[in-house]
């Protein structure tokens, strides 16, 4: 990533994140508890506000009722460690920035999907990259400016007359 956006901000999708709090809230609380759900919420607000630290050593606190909520947990402690940097959730928000990756996860669906995977369908490389630059340009609003810089590239090129 930071090959093409040097100044671009990883962010772990909170959904996602979320997804594996549930999952040892369950191993842990049972399915479904208040407890459970209390505890979910509490830590999602801590990661939310970057408090990873904070947020291993409870779960270093926790007394795992299962051996199966032991494991969660320790993946979950794994999980957090490795991201540490990635929870950027409240500047990205304040900043007007999205926390999930469900719009580009859609757009990605829509924009290539629909186009690269019809029935019958297929690309040579080279042309299908291409054709995914063009209809990104057009659902992004770029299209007339791609356009334009491709014509003018096209006219500057110099052209080899056909040899008698």
Known sequence: MTACFPDGREVLDFYHCSEH?????????????????????????????GEVGHTIAG????????????ELIRKL???????????????????????????IESANKFICHTRMKRS????VK????????????IYNGTYDDVFKRYTEACLAEPRLEPQP
């Open 21 to 49: 709090l549930h999952e040892v809230a369950k191993a842990q609380y049972g399915e479904k508890s208040s407890e459970g759900l209390e505890w979910v919420e509490a830590t999602l607000w801590r990661l939310f506000y």
């Open 59 to 70: 779960l270093r606190r926790m007394n795992p009722k299962t051996p199966n909520a032991q």
């Open 77 to 103: 402690m794994g999980y957090l460690k490795k991201h540490r940097n990635r929870f950027n959730y409240r500047s990205l928000r304040l900043g007007g920035f999205p926390i999930g990756s469900g719009g």
């Open 120 to 123: 019958g369908a297929w690309w």
């Open 126 to 137: 080279v042309n299908g990259n291409s054709m995914l630059k063009i209809r990104c340009a």
